[in-house]
Nanobody
Framework: QVQLVESGGGLVQAGGSLRLSCAAS????????MGWFRQAPGKEREFVAA????????YYADSVKGRFTISRDNAKNTVYLQMNSLKPEDTALYYC????????????????WGQGTQVTVSS
C-alpha cells in the first residue's frame, strides 16, 4: 500500500511559477512510475507528466511541454512538478499518482492517488 500526499498548490498570477510536491509512504517508492494529473471543474482528469521509477525517463502532455518539469528524489520518497510560465488554463486540482503499469498517460494506469492540491492561475 502506498499513500500519497500533495502540497505546494496555491494562487499565482499568469506567468508565475509553483512547485508541487508529492510525498509517498512505503519502502518501494523507487519501483513505482509516478505521474501528475489535473482536473478542472466540469472536465475529465487529464495527464500532465510522468516519470519512471529511476527517474531516467519523463513524459509530458503537449500542453505543458517546455513549461513543466517532473522530477523525483527516491531518497526522500518525493516526486515534484515544477510549473513555470503558468497560464489561466492551467487552473485545476492537481493529483499525484503512482503505479507500475506502462500506461503512464491514463488514470487507469495508476493504482494509488493523492487527495489533490489546488492550483489557481489568475489573468
Amino acid at each position: 500500500q502506498v499513500q500519497l500526499v500533495e502540497s505546494g498548490g496555491g494562487l499565482v498570477q499568469a506567468g508565475g511559477s509553483l512547485r508541487l510536491s508529492c510525498a509517498a509512504s512505503g519502502r518501494t517508492f523507487s519501483s513505482y512510475r509516478m505521474g501528475w494529473f489535473r482536473q478542472a471543474p466540469g472536465k475529465e482528469r487529464e495527464f500532465v507528466a510522468a516519470i519512471t521509477g529511476s527517474g531516467g525517463s519523463t513524459y509530458y502532455a503537449d500542453s505543458v511541454k517546455g513549461r513543466f518539469t517532473i522530477s523525483r528524489d527516491n531518497a526522500k520518497n518525493t516526486v515534484y512538478l515544477q510549473m513555470n510560465s503558468l497560464k489561466p488554463e492551467d487552473t485545476a486540482l492537481y493529483y499525484c499518482a503512482g503505479g507500475r503499469s506502462s500506461l503512464y498517460a491514463i488514470p487507469g494506469g495508476y493504482n494509488y492517488w493523492g487527495q489533490g492540491t489546488q492550483v489557481t492561475v489568475s489573468s
